[in-house]
């Protein structure tokens, strides 16, 4: 009761952004009480639409499904790395995040990592642009979170990189964590928090979607 949550995660619909052609969500309302007595709807989207996880076989033809993943991942302290960087495109340096450190302590072995540049507000408000020109990690700093020991990150757009996976490949192949398209990190009035998250248990898949919630004094 003392604490504050606040939900990172995007809400499901029709008309959401996903990435370039890829097929937007269908919610369909399958049953109706007119005719069966009860309501259901058929929910039908690709794993990687909305706030989701990625699984290592996403991006490693070797790796697991998100049925190998730690279910306790989500679960655990989290850094909000908030950056003053540029809009649109940009590559988040380790300078970027060494900034951060500097001012808000280093980050520890076994912290989550919230990548907060502001870049949830396109969801709404210019969806195209959300999906086109985003921040990203360089190469370089997927390989600090790894060298720091992170159990995962989070973004506030569709992907930690852009035209290659190098990014995914250096996380997900060393066992950190990539979940894309969280939001809402601007309202957590702290730098560091505690995450609360979990997901579908789905053999073999590459993705899926789930709910975070950060809790903080």
């Excluded at 937007?24 to 039908?44: C, I, K, M, Q």
């Excluded at 989701?52 to 076989?57: I, S």
């Amino acid at each position: 009761s003392r604490m504050k949550i606040i939900d990172l995660t995007q809400l499901i619909t029709a008309s959401m952004p996903v990435y370039p052609g890829t097929e937007p969500p269908h919610l369909t309302v399958a049953n109706t009480y007119e005719t069966d007595g009860f309501r259901e709807t058929l929910l039908s989207f690709f794993s990687h639409t909305g706030t989701h996880m990625d699984a290592p076989y996403h991006v490693i033809e070797t790796g697991g499904g998100i049925d190998t993943v730690d279910p306790l991942i989500l679960i655990g302290p989290a850094c909000v790395v908030k950056l003053d960087v540029p809009a649109g495109s940009y590559g988040i340096t380790v300078d970027d995040v060494k900034a951060w450190e500097e001012e808000n302590g280093e980050i520890q072995s076994g912290e989550a990592v919230l990548f907060h540049t502001g870049h949830d507000a396109l969801w709404e408000t210019d969806p195209d642009e959300y999906i086109t020109n985003y921040p990203y990690l360089l190469p370089e700093t997927a390989q600090y979170m790894v060298d720091k020991g992170v159990r995962y990150i989070a973004m506030e757009s569709i992907s930690p990189d852009t035209t290659t996976t190098e990014s995914h490949q250096i996380l997900l192949g060393n066992g950190v964590g990539v979940v894309e398209n969280v939001c809402n990190l601007g309202d957590i009035e702290a730098d560091r928090c505690y995450t609360i998250g979990t997901f579908p248990n789905s053999q073999g898949a590459t993705g899926v979607w789930t709910r975070i919630l950060a809790l903080y004094p």
